[in-house]
């Protein structure tokens, strides 16, 4: 299983990006896709999260303006961000869990720089 995430890059504040997430590889059935972020000097946390169902749940700094969904035929999670911050500037990484099995899969990660 590989996760091949893409879409960051420099903005401005105030603008968009929207990242997107492939999974490919022998899935039989992908759970929850998730969107986590490192920043510099920073703990890796939670942004969003989708279940197969289309439930999403969001941090409270990013409510409001980031929006998550998934194509399930294609196997891809997007992360809509809009009015972004330069606190937003971070590394981006995909998660995914797949029914039945315990250990998550990780993506390698997209760099988003927001500029004030």
């Known amino acids: 299983v590989q996760l091949q995430a893409c879409g960051g890059g420099l903005v401005q504040a105030g603008n968009s990006l929207r990242l997107s997430c492939v999974v490919s590889?022998?899935?039989?059935?992908?759970?929850?896709m998730s969107w986590y972020r490192q920043a510099p000097g920073k703990q890796r946390e939670l942004v969003a999260t989708?279940?197969?169902?289309?439930?999403?749940n969001y941090a409270d700094s990013v409510k409001g303006r980031f929006t998550i969904s998934r194509d399930n035929r294609k196997n891809t999670a997007y992360l809509q961000m809009n009015s972004l911050k330069p606190e937003d500037t971070a590394v981006y990484y995909c998660r995914i869990t797949i029914v039945g099995f315990s250990t998550p899969y990780w993506g390698q990660g997209t760099q988003v720089t927001v500029s004030s």
């Open positions: 590889g022998t899935i039989f059935s992908i759970n929850d």
């Open positions: 989708i279940t197969r169902g289309g439930s999403t």
